[in-house]
Each structure stands twice: as structure tokens, then as C-alpha cells.
């Protein structure tokens, strides 16, 4: 018998956690295992990369139940179960898949819809019904990287939202840093919270400050919009501070409504929503570290001329 898959572990995952227990990541590996009964042989089997393969798989079964509610992690490496997963769990006694959290689409105890995070995926990714037969190695290994890459980002997103704003502002502060626009001898700065006037932070990009950047950062859930007022309100604190370019940054989205007005208005006003602020993290370096390079490698025909 073949080990279970990673969403098959999902529904194994919620039962050894209906104790209501706070278990450490490690040991819940060992919950699991135990429970569905892998034997020694599969508790041995190893990954490429020397990842234990029930590790990896029950790994991925609790980031997909984090993502859509279902598993709680109260701090780094701890999961819980919650409402949302119990009745996940009562209603597919016969087990989990993934069309099965796509029903959490909509749910308000779901931090993230399963809706905006396929919609995250598949920007990055191939068409999901594409039979992973049908890529070349290449295409299917690209395809794993943009799956890997949109976990990663749902994941930065639920934390950003999850912490308090003077973090978030501090984040997109150093993701603008490292995406270059401090310029060599800039620096950035995080307002004062009682007295920011609209304003979060200020790149500036040069070192006597007379090229700046105003920022805005708001955590809004994934699914929801900043709208054309809190634009408008951006707008009205760059002209206060007779400033003529700013970026507003969320971890939700933002209305047809604000875009519209961000590119009509004569003031350059960026707006970076959830999505491309995940992704802006995830190739600039920020709040990511690499856990692993392949190298794909081709003949080399001058060695054979």
C-alpha cells in the first residue's frame, strides 16, 4: 500500500488534534504517522533533498488547512484544530480533498478564502487540469516551484495580517529598501502612529532627503478592498506634505473604484495589492530565506567537439 497523499493526510491531521491540544510541529508528525499507521519503512523514506517524505507531505496537509482556517498556529511551529476544522472534518468523515476547501470559499472564520488564494495560484502557476504528464520536465518543474511559491505567499500574507501595523509598516519598508529605491546612501522611516497624517513611512532616496517616497500600509483580510476613500485620503496627505509620489500597500486588494482613481489623478500613487506584495517579498528576499537550489543541467556540447 502505496503512502498516503498529501491531502489525504488532511483529514488524519484534524482527528489527532480534536483533543483540542497545542501540538509542536515535530510531534505532530509522529501523531499522525502513528495514527494512520505508517510503518518503518515509509517513516524511512526520504525526499531528494533528504526530507523525510511523511514529513514533507503532512507538512503540506497542515499549510493547506492553515490557509483556509482550518488549523490554528498560535506560534511558530505549533498548530491547533478550530471550529472551522471540526466541521471541515464532520462533514468529509470519508476524508478531505481539495475541491472539499474550496466549500470554505466565503466562510467568515476562514482568515483567507480557498477563492483568493487559487486566485493567487494560478497567476503563477499552469492550468491545474493539465494532466502533469503532458509538461516536459521543465514546465513541471516550474509548475512545483509556482505552487511552492503561492503557498509561501498565502503564508506571508496570513502572518503580515496576523501582526500588528508598525510591523507591516515596517516590512514594506524594507521591501522597498531592498527593492532598491533607498538608492545607496538612503534610508527609510517609519512615522510616528499618533501623528502620521495618512502617512506610514518615507523613503528617502537620496542622502539629504530631497527625492522621497511616501508610503501607506494598511492590513486588510485577503478578500478585502481599500476603496476610492482611502485613495482619496492618501492623496489629500501627499499634497499636505507637497509630495507628487507614494505607493499604497495592502495585504487585501483594491476596488475597480480605487485603481481607477489612483490612474486618473495627476499625483503617482502605486497601488500594491496582497498578491503582488507576496510575490514582490518572495523575489526581493524579504521575509523568505531559501531552503533550496536545483540545478537543471544540459549536455555540454562543446565538451564533445
Given at each position: 500500500?502505496?503512502?498516503l497523499?498529501?491531502d489525504?493526510?488532511?483529514?488524519?491531521v484534524l482527528?489527532?488534534?480534536?483533543?483540542?491540544?497545542i501540538?509542536r510541529r515535530?510531534?505532530?508528525y509522529?501523531l499522525?504517522a502513528?495514527?494512520?499507521?505508517?510503518?518503518?519503512?515509509?517513516?524511512?523514506?526520504?525526499?531528494?533533498?533528504?526530507?523525510l517524505?511523511?514529513?514533507n507531505?503532512?507538512?503540506?496537509?497542515?499549510?493547506?488547512l492553515?490557509?483556509?482556517?482550518?488549523?490554528?498556529r498560535?506560534?511558530?511551529?505549533?498548530y491547533?484544530?478550530?471550529?472551522?476544522?471540526?466541521?471541515?472534518?464532520?462533514?468529509?468523515?470519508?476524508g478531505?480533498a481539495?475541491r472539499?476547501?474550496?466549500?470554505?470559499a466565503g466562510?467568515?472564520?476562514?482568515p483567507?478564502?480557498?477563492?483568493?488564494?487559487?486566485?493567487?495560484?494560478?497567476?503563477?502557476?499552469?492550468?491545474?487540469?493539465v494532466?502533469?504528464?503532458?509538461l516536459?520536465?521543465?514546465e513541471q518543474?516550474?509548475?512545483g516551484?509556482?505552487?511552492?511559491?503561492?503557498?509561501?505567499a498565502?503564508?506571508l500574507l496570513q502572518?503580515?495580517?496576523s501582526?500588528?501595523?508598525?510591523f507591516f509598516?515596517q516590512a514594506?519598508?524594507?521591501?522597498l529598501?531592498?527593492?532598491?529605491?533607498?538608492?545607496?546612501e538612503?534610508?527609510?522611516?517609519?512615522?510616528?502612529?499618533?501623528?502620521d497624517?495618512?502617512?506610514?513611512?518615507?523613503?528617502?532616496?537620496?542622502?539629504?532627503?530631497?527625492?522621497?517616497?511616501y508610503v501607506?500600509?494598511?492590513?486588510y483580510?485577503?478578500?478585502s478592498?481599500v476603496g476610492?476613500?482611502e485613495?482619496?485620503?492618501?492623496?489629500g496627505?501627499?499634497h499636505?506634505?507637497?509630495?507628487n509620489?507614494g505607493?499604497?500597500l495592502?495585504?487585501?486588494?483594491?476596488s475597480?473604484?480605487?485603481r481607477?482613481?489612483?490612474?486618473?489623478?495627476g499625483?503617482r500613487?502605486?497601488?500594491?495589492?496582497?498578491e503582488?506584495l507576496?510575490?514582490?517579498?518572495?523575489?526581493y528576499?524579504?521575509g523568505?530565506?531559501?531552503?533550496?537550489?536545483?540545478h537543471i543541467?544540459?549536455v555540454?556540447?562543446?565538451f564533445?567537439?
Amino acid at each position: 500500500m502505496a503512502m498516503l497523499t498529501w491531502d489525504e493526510f488532511m483529514k488524519p491531521v484534524l482527528e489527532v488534534l480534536t483533543d483540542g491540544e497545542i501540538q509542536r510541529r515535530r510531534a505532530l508528525y509522529d501523531l499522525v504517522a502513528d495514527h494512520v499507521g505508517l510503518t518503518d519503512e515509509e517513516r524511512a523514506e526520504t525526499l531528494n533533498s533528504g526530507q523525510l517524505k511523511f514529513h514533507n507531505r503532512i507538512g503540506w496537509a497542515t499549510s493547506y488547512l492553515n490557509r483556509v482556517g482550518a488549523l490554528d498556529r498560535p506560534s511558530r511551529g505549533h498548530y491547533s484544530i478550530t471550529d472551522v476544522g471540526r466541521k471541515l472534518l464532520a462533514d468529509h468523515p470519508e476524508g478531505i480533498a481539495e475541491r472539499d476547501l474550496r466549500a470554505l470559499a466565503g466562510d467568515a472564520d476562514a482568515p483567507h478564502t480557498w477563492h483568493a488564494l487559487q486566485a493567487m495560484e494560478q497567476r503563477g502557476a499552469e492550468d491545474q487540469a493539465v494532466d502533469s504528464a503532458e509538461l516536459d520536465p521543465i514546465e513541471q518543474v516550474e509548475q512545483g516551484i509556482a505552487r511552492i511559491h503561492a503557498d509561501v505567499a498565502s503564508d506571508l500574507l496570513q502572518r503580515l495580517y496576523s501582526h500588528e501595523p508598525a510591523f507591516f509598516e515596517q516590512a514594506v519598508l524594507d521591501l522597498l529598501m531592498a527593492m532598491g529605491y533607498g538608492g545607496a546612501e538612503g534610508k527609510a522611516t517609519r512615522t510616528q502612529l499618533s501623528s502620521d497624517g495618512g502617512i506610514d513611512g518615507v523613503v528617502d532616496q537620496d542622502a539629504l532627503g530631497l527625492s522621497r517616497i511616501y508610503v501607506q500600509a494598511k492590513r486588510y483580510a485577503l478578500d478585502s478592498s481599500v476603496g476610492r476613500p482611502e485613495i482619496q485620503a492618501f492623496v489629500g496627505a501627499l499634497h499636505g506634505n507637497q509630495a507628487n509620489q507614494g505607493v499604497f500597500l495592502t495585504t487585501g486588494r483594491f476596488s475597480s473604484g480605487a485603481r481607477q482613481y489612483a490612474e486618473t489623478i495627476g499625483t503617482r500613487v502605486i497601488l500594491i495589492d496582497g498578491e503582488r506584495l507576496a510575490g514582490l517579498m518572495i523575489r526581493y528576499g524579504v521575509g523568505v530565506q531559501t531552503k533550496r537550489t536545483v540545478h537543471i543541467v544540459e549536455v555540454d556540447e562543446d565538451f564533445f567537439e
